[in-house]
């Protein structure tokens, strides 16, 4: 087949659309996507590309189609508004030009913004080909969620925004089974939405401490590891609370790998709880590297902010801990607890209760290290039916040939 895939983000930027995309090349299909430019995270567009600069490239078999945009800056409200805004507007404008001929499926990603699928409708409409929406981010929950949006009439024409998109795609793919009742509510028929959850890289497999070298040396004792963006929805007040609760116990070592917008915040914070001694920012590593650092920890950390929309979804980093095979101490409600209690791989305590995370890791750090293996294998066979890689993108290949049948019934 011939496969358009619409994302705001995609390679260099890391994340997991790019190793979808690439997965389905070695299927045998061939991909386009239209993007952006490169701006994620840091806000400014990455080294050699810029506004009119790099507007198509090739990543190995992979043809890329950059429409330009406002860099995202500092993530601040009317930066990320202007950034949202003017990829789906370009995109929406140049798609139809820059990206020919005809497609037999249009696939988007959506872990924010849902205005990526303003451009996706576009292309349908030039093209006729039937689009399959991967929606990680409920819209307009996530936007009050995270506070970006508190005005009752902006919220109001979201949902509106919303409805719209969603009653252009074929197919509503969701990775939390959570997120069916929510879509529903906004007009879509049942038989169009399909559970689709995350998988994880290739690269994310078990490893023993002895196969991974690091490029630092990471402090002796128990520790846990947080791996991701270091954002407002990550809850790092319950994190550092809990580290506060428990700083007496010296050996517990919080090791925090990743970025993002509250980064600086973080840092501030922990000096001024006094807690350089056990909570350490060990800073953004590459993507490929993780399994090794993951061996290196004693049990993977997972946390949200306790909020409704939070409850519904499944931390993409779940799948990748698992993955690994490493034990999951989780600050989380909803579906991400549930998969971490079901599967067996860790402990899971409400989402903004630092005292019972704290618990939670005291009753891991007293357990002998057998049984935390044991929640780390049980995690690991719980991926491998679940959200194994291949089996997913074999699913996905088969929903596109789906909607492309029942696009030719309709039309003969």
């Known amino acids: ?10 390679w ?44 198509r ?38 798609g139809p030009l820059r990206c020919r001929g005809n497609f037999d499926a249009i696939f988007v990603y ?28 409920l819209w307009p929950e996530s936007l009050s969620a995270t506070g970006a949006v508190r005005s009752p009439v902006l919220l109001a024409a979201a949902r509106w925004l919303v409805r719209r998109i969603y009653a252009g795609c074929d197919r509503i793919l969701i990775q939390s089974e959570a997120f069916v009742a929510p879509i529903r509510a906004l007009g879509v ?26 490029p630092l040396e990471l402090p002796a004792g128990f520790r846990i590891m947080f791996a991701g963006n270091i954002g407002a929805a ?23 790998v990743g970025e993002g917008r509250q980064l600086q915040w973080v840092r501030d914070e922990i000096a001024l709880r006094g807690l350089s001694e056990t909570v350490r920012l060990v800073g953004p590593q590459a ?36 993955a690994c095979g490493r034990p999951i101490v989780a600050s989380l409600d909803g579906e991400g607890a549930r998969v971490v209690r079901d599967s067996g791989a860790g402990l899971a305590a409400p989402a903004d209760d630092p005292e019972a995370l704290a618990r939670a890791v005291l009753e891991l750090y007293r357990m002998p290290a057998s049984e935390r293996e044991a929640m780390g294998a049980r995690g690991r066979a719980y991926f491998e039916r679940h959200f194994e890689r291949g089996a997913l993108l074999k699913r996905l290949v088969s929903l596109m040939e789906e909607v492309r049948q029942e696009q030719g019934a309709c039309g003969s």
Not at 291 to 320: C, E, N, Y
């Open 1 to 10: 087949m011939r496969i358009l895939i619409v994302t705001q983000y995609f």
């Open 12 to 55: 260099p930027e890391n994340f997991r659309i790019n190793d979808l995309a690439e997965g389905l090349v070695q299927l045998g299909h061939e991909v386009t996507v239209l993007t952006g430019k490169p701006n994620y995270p840091g806000g400014r567009f990455a080294e050699g590309y810029g506004f009119f600069r790099r507007a």
């Open 57 to 94: 490239e090739r990543w190995g078999a992979i043809d890329i189609v950059r429409a330009p945009l406002l860099p995202r800056g500092q993530g601040h409200w009317l930066q990320l508004t202007l950034n949202y805004v003017s990829f789906a507007l370009f995109a929406s404008l140049l």
């Open 110 to 137: 959506e872990p924010s913004p849902v205005t990526v699928g303003l451009p996706a409708l576009a292309m349908k409409a030039m093209t006729g080909a039937p689009i399959l929406f991967w929606v990680q981010d």
């Open 189 to 214: 028929p049942a038989e169009r939405i399909v559970y689709y959850p995350n998988s994880a890289e290739e690269f994310y497999r078990p490893l023993q401490r002895a196969q991974a070298r690091l």
């Open 234 to 256: 990550q809850g790092f007040e319950t994190i550092l609370a809990a580290a506060g609760r428990l700083r007496d116990h010296r050996d517990i070592q919080w090791l925090i």
């Open 287 to 322: 993507p490929d590297s993780m399994p090794g650092w993951f061996a290196h920890a004693d049990v993977m950390l997972v946390s949200l902010r306790a909020d409704p929309i939070f409850a519904f979804t499944i931390p993409a980093k779940v799948q990748s801990y698992m």
